[in-house]
């Protein structure tokens, strides 16, 4: 056990120790300055990878509809020559 | 102008908002700077640390939820973490001590009021930093911040009576190293 005397004087010693500091104001104005420019430049970044996630997303899809169109032309050119060959 | 409530000021910064941010900055740096201070003894270590914990908060705003803590028990959280990794770095490579470090002052104290600590706070601070974090965590809170045990308890996540037998147990413990120092008996 710890006696209440030595606890008051031990709480004393520890709130005279243990003081609020006030950190540099150049410090406080310039961290908040550099995050909200940090802010600024997370935005703008985020808009960039929507912008390329759209334009991805665009490609693959006129790749796809390129590709399908260019399947069904091979398909009916060689059904053309089948029944060409057929005929004959 | 009245202060906007905390909830709403975090619901607006989670969503992008540059000046609920910026507000949660403002009402959270000093403390922020004291718990780091006082865990690492070291003016450009403890800016460096704040300033860390408020990129990593605001990388990962986005992704904060309230759960009834306080906000400023995640970012206490961070404060640890990153104050642990600066012990592991540190207890590696040998630091070469700064003697240009900045001047500090109290808080509320005159500009010419610099922060000098006796030879007995400085032998006590040498032994609150080698006490567990938590501990050190709760002489911060308690006497740093001037919070209830109740508050105290939020933040940390214990209940009030843990904080309360936790604090005890510190107590004893810091006496137990300072009368090996012969500070308390004095």
Redesign the interface.
């Known amino acids: 056990m710890?006696e209440e005397k030595?606890?008051n004087?031990?709480?004393n010693?520890?709130?005279?120790?243990?003081?609020?500091?006030?950190?540099?104001k150049e410090?406080?104005h310039g961290?908040?300055n550099?995050?909200?420019g940090?802010?600024?430049t997370?935005?703008q970044a985020g808009a960039g990878t929507w912008k390329f996630i759209l334009l991805m997303l665009a490609g693959i899809l006129s790749l796809g509809l390129l590709l399908a169109l260019a399947g069904r032309a091979l398909y009916n050119l060689l059904d053309v020559r089948k029944r060409g060959s057929e005929r004959a | 102008m009245p202060e906007p409530k905390e909830e709403e000021t975090l619901a607006l910064a989670s969503q992008?908002d540059?000046e609920a941010?910026?507000i949660l900055?403002?009402r959270y740096?000093?403390r922020i700077?004291?718990y780091v201070?006082?865990r690492t003894g070291n003016v450009h270590d403890?800016?460096d640390l704040?300033?860390r914990v408020?990129?990593r908060a605001?990388?990962h705003i986005q992704n904060y939820t309230d759960r009834g803590v306080p906000f400023s028990a995640w970012l206490y959280r961070i404060a640890h973490n990153l104050v642990a990794n600066w012990h592991r770095d540190r207890s590696r490579h040998q630091e070469i001590p700064l003697s240009d470090a900045?001047t500090?002052?109290?808080?509320?104290a005159a500009p010419e009021t610099a922060?000098v600590?006796t030879q007995?706070?400085e032998a006590?601070?040498r032994i609150?930093r080698h006490l567990p974090s938590e501990r050190q965590h709760l002489?911060?809170l308690k006497?740093?911040?001037h919070l209830s045990n109740a508050e105290i308890g939020q933040i940390m996540g214990r209940s009030e009576g843990a904080v309360k037998s936790l604090y005890?147990r510190t107590?004893?413990a810091?006496?137990d190293e300072?009368e090996g120092v012969d500070?308390?008996g004095d």
């Open positions: 710890i030595n606890v004087k031990l709480e010693k520890l709130s005279v120790t243990l003081r609020p500091i006030a950190p540099r410090f406080v961290l908040g550099r995050i909200q940090l802010r600024r997370m935005r | 992008g540059k941010f910026g900055y403002e740096v000093e700077f004291n201070y006082y403890a800016e704040t300033a408020f990129y605001l990388h900045p500090l002052h109290y808080k509320g922060v600590q007995d706070q006590l601070l609150i002489l911060i006497f740093v911040e005890h107590l004893l810091l006496r300072l500070i308390v």
